[in-house]
């Protein structure tokens, strides 16, 4: 048995909830802090998962499904699932395997993963391992040189789009300066070599990327660009009027401002201001395939798992990741036959109740 195969050791494991009970025994508590926990309060971080309840579904019942398709297509991939693994920095944290393990899952199942700039697999590692399209988070960790050596990277190792977060990563400043991590192999600073912990702190006073470095990130790559993290139609309509290929409704799993309101309560207003102009996609407290149909009903094309998969990473390494992917894509295929729908494609707004107040 190779370390990235450590069995699921229980068949108890049916729900991403079991994952996370599991992963808290198998790590230790900071490291289940730092994947289970959220900034401040909290309290964006409860509603991301509450907010589900306040959207019920509208069933066609007598409707005969035979096969359901899961498939749709992102940013021109055809994926197998309408979700994607998100950028979970430092994965390999969770467990040895971690970025790369998870990037080979994703690929087996047909999706999309993510790869977060504070990786701690080399990028092009995390590309070879993965079948499917790979996509790179880029922060502007290092300043622009070392971004602009990260692009340079992602490009000829095959990476298939950038994924930018207008705002600074300051959540993961005292997870990283808490000690004991190696360097940051994919933030290379030219002549220097990979950023070293101890200058992680001023690489994030660096790393806030503004609507002028998007322009700037334009020039150096020529695939397409989606923008993290859009929580108001008016970022949404700038997002796109800078060139973004596709913007992600995302408060970044409530790790970042606090008392910000959850994902799926914004995405109404998100789809309005776009108005079919370019992809939606959103993140945030997805732990049930429910969770996932109630999101593509409201107009995302697809969504990114973030804890979903990293609790199973964290609890038993690829394997443990597999069968995250694989318990969400059954609740997805039985949610979708008692809706009575036969393809994510045809979900919309008519399979679901959602709150007066929200339009
Ligand atoms: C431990 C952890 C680390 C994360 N690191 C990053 C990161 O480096 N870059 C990023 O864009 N988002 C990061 N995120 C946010 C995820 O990409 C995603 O937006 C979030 O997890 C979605 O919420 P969910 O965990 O409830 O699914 C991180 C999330 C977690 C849980």
Request: proline residues 5%; contains cysteine; glycine residues 10%.
């Amino acid at each position: 048995m190779t370390r990235s195969s450590r069995p699921v050791a229980s068949p108890r494991v049916v729900s991403i909830a079991d994952f996370r009970a599991l992963a808290q025994r198998r790590v230790p508590r900071a490291v289940f802090d730092y994947l289970d926990g959220g900034a401040e309060g909290e309290i964006t971080l409860r509603e991301n998962c509450r907010v589900y309840e306040d959207v019920t579904f509208r069933p066609r019942h007598a409707v005969a499904v035979a096969d359901c398709n899961l498939c749709t297509r992102v940013l021109g991939f055809d994926l197998a699932l309408p979700f994607m693994l998100a950028p979970v920095g430092y994965s390999r944290l969770m467990h040895p395997v971690g970025e790369v393990g998870a990037a080979r899952a994703a690929g087996n199942a047909g999706t999309a993963y993510i790869l977060s700039t504070i990786s701690g697999h080399k990028l092009e590692d995390v590309k070879a391992a993965s079948t499917g399209p790979v996509f790179y988070q880029l922060y502007l960790m290092g300043g622009r040189a070392a971004a602009e050596a990260a692009i340079e990277r992602a490009r000829l190792a095959g990476f298939s789009a950038l994924v930018v977060i207008l705002s600074r990563p300051g959540w993961l400043a005292s997870f990283l300066l808490d000690g004991g991590l190696p360097a940051l192999p994919n933030v290379v600073v030219p002549g220097k070599g990979p950023v070293p912990l101890v200058d992680v702190a001023a690489a994030l006073a660096e790393s806030t990327v503004t609507w002028s470095d998007l322009g700037w990130i334009r020039e150096l790559w020529r695939g397409p660009i989606v923008v993290k993290g859009v929580l108001t139609g008016d970022d949404a309509r700038r997002a796109i009027d800078e060139g973004a290929a596709a913007i992600s409704v995302s408060n970044h799993g409530g790790r970042q401002l606090d008392c910000v309101p959850a994902s799926l309560r914004v995405l109404p207003e998100v789809v309005k201001a776009v108005n079919g102009q370019t992809e939606i996609l959103m993140d945030g407290g997805i732990r049930r395939g429910t969770d996932i149909i109630k999101a593509l009903c409201l107009g995302a094309r697809a969504v990114l798992c973030g804890r979903a998969y990293a609790y199973g990473l964290a609890a038993a390494g690829e394997a443990g990741v597999n069968r995250a992917i694989e318990i969400l894509r059954t609740d997805l295929d039985r949610t979708l036959r008692l809706l009575g729908c036969a393809s994510v494609a045809e979900l919309d707004r008519s399979y679901v109740n959602v709150p007066r107040s929200w339009d």
